[in-house]
C-alpha cells in the first residue's frame, strides 16, 4: 500500500517564509549555500529541489523562527498562512515567462534570466508594501506627519521601484549606467546609484562589483 507522503517544503511555504522573514532570493541562497539559480527556480516553479536541499531550506526558515505544523502548512507570526497567488500574480504560473522589451545583444541568457528573477522578487515584496495603509500622527489642524513606520515603507518602496529600474536600463545597455564602477569609493552620483544597488546588480551578474575585479600586479621593490 503506497503511503502519501507530504512534500519537505512546498512553493507556498517558501513564498511565505520570504514574506515572513523579509529575505530575498539572493540571502537565502547565500546563507544556506544552495546555488540561486535552483533557489529561483523552486521559487518560481516549485521544482527543481533534491530533498536534501528541500530539507536544508525547511531547517534555515525553521532556525530563524518559522514554524511548520504538520496539517496547516507554514503560519505567520498573526497564525495566518499567506498564498503564493496573494503575494505575486505571476508567482506559481506553470507558463513559461515572456520578455517584453528589447534587451542588449551583449547580455548573455543566464544573466537575462538572474535579473528577471531579481526583478520578480522586488515586484513580490512591492505588492505587500503597496497594500499598506498610510498612518498619521495626531496633529493639531487635521492631519499630522507620516509616522515613521509609513515613511519607512515608502522610502522601501521606492527603493525597490528604483532597483527595477536600474536592473532594466542595464538590461536595455543604457550607456550612463552601463560601465563598472569607478572605484570602491563614489566619485560620481552614477557611483553612487550604483553602488546603492549593488548587490542585487552583482548577483544578476549585470555589474561586477569594484573589489572583484582584476587590479594590475606591482612590481615588487629589488635591491
Known amino acids: 500500500m503506497a503511503i502519501k507522503q507530504q512534500p519537505i517544503l512546498t512553493q507556498e511555504d517558501f513564498e511565505a517564509a520570504l514574506v515572513t522573514l523579509r529575505l530575498s532570493v539572493s540571502e537565502v541562497s547565500r546563507e544556506s549555500g544552495i546555488p540561486r539559480h535552483i533557489v529561483s527556480h523552486f521559487r518560481n516553479y516549485g521544482d527543481g529541489l533534491k530533498p536534501e536541499q528541500a530539507a536544508k531550506l525547511r531547517d534555515y526558515f525553521v532556525e530563524r523562527g518559522v514554524e511548520f505544523t504538520e496539517d496547516e502548512g507554514l503560519t505567520d507570526q498573526k497564525g495566518q498562512a499567506p498564498t503564493i497567488a496573494s503575494l505575486h500574480p505571476q508567482l506559481g504560473v506553470g507558463i513559461q515567462q515572456v520578455h517584453h522589451f528589447p534587451i542588449s ?119
Not at 498619521?136 to 521601484?161: I, S
Not at 532597483?163 to 572605484?183: C, D, E, H, K
Request: no cysteine.
Open 105 to 223: 545583444s551583449n547580455i548573455p541568457d543566464e544573466v537575462i534570466r538572474d535579473a528577471m528573477y531579481i526583478m520578480d522578487e522586488n515586484d513580490a515584496r512591492l505588492m505587500l508594501l503597496l497594500q499598506n495603509k498610510l498612518e498619521r500622527d495626531e496633529g493639531f489642524f487635521g492631519d499630522g506627519e507620516l509616522t515613521e513606520e509609513t515613511k519607512a515603507t515608502l522610502q522601501e518602496a521606492f527603493a525597490l521601484l528604483a532597483g527595477n529600474y536600474i536592473t532594466f536600463r542595464l538590461l536595455r545597455g543604457w550607456p550612463a549606467l552601463n560601465v563598472q564602477p569607478t572605484s570602491e569609493k563614489p566619485q560620481t552620483v552614477r557611483d553612487m546609484i550604483l553602488q546603492t544597488f549593488m548587490q542585487p546588480l552583482v548577483d544578476a551578474g549585470l555589474i561586477v562589483a569594484p573589489e572583484q575585479t582584476e587590479k594590475p600586479e606591482t612590481a615588487e621593490a629589488t635591491e
